[in-house]
């Protein structure tokens, strides 16, 4: 899949920059200045994934963020001149799913790029297709998720989060195998990252968060005894 890349960045050196790696990589690329104008665009057209800087006049990226997880859960990569672990984990509360710090280099947004499209959407050869697990109910294939029949709405990350926990269901998995998996090897944020996932994760299966327990000193597994 190619999809649309929006990128939003006040700095249009940057943007063309990035733009032209993302072209030769057979994506359509659209840019937007500043975040006023990315919430309009992403309400205008169908756009697959975000690159979002955070430094931007007009509304800034948190901002920008905050309010388009009110009408999409695309992926996004946040583009900030701050590299505290206070303001990654921040990013990832508001549904961030990639991090990278400038300055950072076209070729390596680029390959990030081509490495969040692959994840969110390409189904993986175990899929888990469509299944109920005591009324949680998971497409894989069309990405939903419902909770006894009414709809829960999940960022990619933390579908891809909930279908890895049911492929492995029944099996304890730690913090750094959970998160390989789901962020990818290259990927040197701290284990916290996995917590707070799994918090927000458990907080829109509602009635169902039971079937994600945690075991106390080793990780997190999915578990259900009555499966369809």
Request: a negative charge.
């Amino acid at each position: 899949m190619n999809g649309t890349i929006l990128i939003v960045d006040d700095e249009e050196r940057l943007r063309n920059l990035i733009e032209a790696y993302l072209r030769k990589d057979g994506y359509n690329v659209i840019q937007a200045e500043n975040g006023a104008d990315a919430i309009k665009t992403l309400k205008r057209n169908q756009v697959h994934l975000v690159v979002l800087d955070v430094m931007m006049p007009v509304m800034d990226g948190w901002a920008v963020l905050n309010e388009m997880r009110k009408f999409t859960d695309i992926p996004v990569i946040m583009l900030t001149a701050k590299s505290e672990d206070e303001d990654k984990l921040l990013g990832f509360e508001f549904g961030t799913d990639v991090y990278l710090t400038k300055p950072v280099s076209p070729k390596i947004v680029s390959a990030n790029v081509k490495a969040l499209m692959k994840r969110t959407y390409h189904i993986q050869n175990n899929s888990i297709k469509r299944s109920d697990f005591d009324g949680l109910y998971i497409d894989e294939e069309s990405h939903r998720v419902t909770v006894n029949e009414s709809e829960v709405y999940l960022s990619p990350k933390e579908f891809e989060l909930l279908s890895y926990l049911v492929r492995n269901r029944g099996i304890v998995l730690n913090r750094e195998k959970i998160l390989d998996a789901v962020w990818g090897i290259d990927y040197y944020g701290e284990l916290r990252t996995v917590d707070t996932h799994v918090k927000r994760l458990r907080e829109k299966l509602g009635e169902k968060a039971y079937l994600i327990s945690t075991v106390r000193g080793s990780g997190y597994k999915f578990e259900v005894k009555n499966e369809v």
